[in-house]
């Protein structure tokens, strides 16, 4: 008699902890997903700017650009962190923030990086440009990789989004972020 009460008792609990398990993969977390992809697009709307201002008021050096890279380093560093720590989002295509809305916000971050960079080779002051490039790669690429899993397939409009700008990640040498994303090339229509 004992011995089958606690066989129900442990029928129950497994009941209880399948429930759980069912309830995490359906939970919708794109709120908490949108609030860290905000944060980084903010900060990539700082750093975008005052980029192009150095280059703009010729205060472009390897200091003043190592800054910036620095700073978005650390922004997509915390994004990765944050995301890794938020529970995998079952998603929404009508809930607010949805998927989509979070995946361009997203893109904008991107955009802006590879916007704001695009004119520094061929500027000239910063001649260690490759190796902050090569620092930031695979932190923005881990990101991205992270981005789509705490948001599974969100990368897709990502790299929709990313159809002209990825090429000038390319060309900056982006090479581990670009395969994160593969942006999608353009239709020849
Ligand atoms: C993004 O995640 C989806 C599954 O959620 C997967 O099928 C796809 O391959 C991933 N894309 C990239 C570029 O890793
Ligand atoms: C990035 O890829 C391009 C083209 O595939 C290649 O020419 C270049 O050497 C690569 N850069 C790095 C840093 O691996």
């Known amino acids: 008699m004992l011995a089958l009460y606690r066989l129900f ?6 009941v209880a902890c399948a429930r759980t398990l069912d309830v995490r993969q359906v939970t919708n977390t794109n709120a908490a997903i949108n609030a860290i992809v905000d944060r980084l697009d903010e900060t990539m709307r700082h750093a975008g700017p005052a980029i192009l201002t150095l280059m703009a008021n010729h ?3 390897p ?3 190592g800054t910036q890279m620095d700073s978005i380093g650390a922004a997509f560093r915390r994004t990765t962190t944050a995301l890794a720590a938020t529970p995998v989002s ?19 971050a991107m955009q ?3 916007a704001s960079l695009s004119g520094i080779i061929r500027n000239g002051r910063v001649p260690n440009f490759p ?4 620092t930031l790669d695979p932190i923005m690429a ?11 397939n969100s990368i897709s409009l990502v790299a929709i989004m990313l159809r ?3 090429q000038f990640l390319l060309a900056e040498g982006f090479n581990q972020t670009f395969a994160a994303i593969k942006p999608t090339t353009a239709p020849t229509t």
């Not at 008792?9 to 497994?14: D, G, M, P, R």
């Not at 923030?97 to 995946?103: L, Q, R, V």
Request: overall charge negative.
């Open 9 to 14: 008792t442990l029928a129950l609990a497994s």
């Open 59 to 61: 205060k472009l050096s």
């Open 63 to 65: 200091t003043t650009l």
């Open 90 to 108: 079952g998603g929404s295509t009508t809930v607010m923030p949805t998927n989509d809305e979070i995946a361009v916000t997203y893109s904008d």
């Open 112 to 114: 802006l990086v590879s």
């Open 131 to 134: 190796t902050m490039v090569a």
């Open 142 to 152: 881990a990101a991205a990789t992270q981005f789509n899993k705490t948001l599974p």
């Open 164 to 166: 002209d700008a990825g």
